[in-house]
Nanobody, 120 residues
Framework: QVRLVESGGGLVQAGGSLRLSCAAS????????MGWYRQAPGKQRELVAV???????NYADSVRGRFAISRDNAKNTVYLQMNSLKPEDTAVYYC??????????????WGQGTQVTVSS
């Protein structure tokens, strides 16, 4: 079982910055890709950014150049540095990963979500 705990959300003015963190804990062999998704009211959940275990990254077009994803493999932690925030970035942000369990099966896990609110 893997538990993802997010932190770092909050209220910020447009143009400001926030840093999200997500730590994976539990019993597993390894963590695969780690990513951030977000869901705004009335909208579907969408991918924000993802990073592989090797450090390759991919971003949604809407955040490329403003957000940066990184990870610390030793701590099983992924970060999302969000700069130049816009009101349209307001959403609940969810951490996501796939982990290889002790039963040698891959499972997908989600964090509980952290609210990010950007005021204009």
């Amino acid at each position: 079982q893997v538990r993802l705990v997010e932190s770092g959300g909050g209220l910020v003015q447009a143009g400001g910055s926030l840093r999200l963190s997500c730590a994976a804990s539990g019993t597993f062999f390894r963590i695969n890709d780690m990513g951030w998704y977000r869901q705004a009211p009335g909208k579907q959940r969408e991918l924000v950014a993802v990073i592989t275990s090797g450090g390759s990254t991919n971003y949604a077009d809407s955040v490329r150049g403003r957000f940066a994803i990184s990870r610390d493999n030793a701590k099983n932690t992924v970060y999302l540095q969000m700069n130049s925030l816009k009101p349209e970035d307001t959403a609940v942000y969810y951490c996501n990963t796939r982990a290889l369990t002790l039963q040698f099966q891959w499972y997908e896990y989600w964090g509980q979500g952290t609210q990010v609110t950007v005021s204009s």
